[in-house]
């Protein structure tokens, strides 16, 4: 890994000080006079060392491997960090997070990366809700659908397919299960919002009035009937297994931050827990390279289906 290749400038924060860097007075280790992870243009670098440092005591606190997460974006993301939290070294900004559990939960939600929103890539859900549920639901008449969303953040993803399916199929059994890593977001999950406005952007109106209810003029939660369809719970996509069997998985915008290495094992654990003709959701800005050999068929941009 290069340590110049990946910085982040922390002029924006300097007034003046020694070498021109004065950590401000609400910084976290206002008090040490390390330095180390800064450049001769006081920009925030990474070297080998630091980066293994961290990414030790992540798989320590969170569990979490950091080598499989894709390295510039990584290192982009940890060097703004550090900048924002005006921090005086990898050092310190370490050993911080192994005493402050607040600290820690910020730094997992900021490298995770839970941007999310309802109807996200609105073509991709109106394709969902006019070929691939019908077809889905067709396949077992009578029957509930069963989904998972994988990486669902802040719960965006799982409502509003709990709002297609009780629009298409009330009185069926829907049993959707939603899962991320972060403990944080899926608190807001399970809690059924509440939903900026801004969150909703996407969402047709129509199905805003079937499954939120409205808590002042910007904020929204989810009506009891699509929060008790949604099991939430922790799942690390690279390394937890499920023997639990699905008729459609969306794992959408997540894969997109791993490395390339590390994607087939990922999308081999979708398709284990597909059935045989489920449907495999993925991001927009997202494909399969060697889904044939994986057991998928293309359908759409976005869409796989799971042969076996
Ligand atoms: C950008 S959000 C995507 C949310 C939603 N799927 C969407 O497309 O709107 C990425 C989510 O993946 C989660 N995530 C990142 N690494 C993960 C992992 N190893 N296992 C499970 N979830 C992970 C993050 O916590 C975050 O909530």
Known sequence: MNSNKFTSSVQSRTSSGAAGVKPAASSLFENSTLFKGLNDNKQWTISNDNYKLLRDAIMDLLDLDLNHYRTQQMERRLTTLLERRHATSWQAYVANLRRDSVELDYFQEFITINVSSFYRDADKWDFLRSKILPELMAAKPMQGINGWSVGCSIGAEVYTLSMLLTEKAPNRRHALWAT???????ERAKAGGPYFQNELRELPSELVQLGMNPVSSQLLTMKPAMKSMVEFGKFNLLKDE??????????????????????????????RALRPGGILFIGSTETIANYQQLGFDYIAPSFYRFIG
């Open 180 to 186: 991320d890593i972060d403990a944080r977001v899926l």
């Open 242 to 271: 499920t023997t639990r069997k699905f008729d459609l998985v969306m794992c959408r915008n997540v894969v997109i931050y791993f490395t390339t290495e590390v994607k087939p094992q990922v999308y081999q654990r979708m398709a």
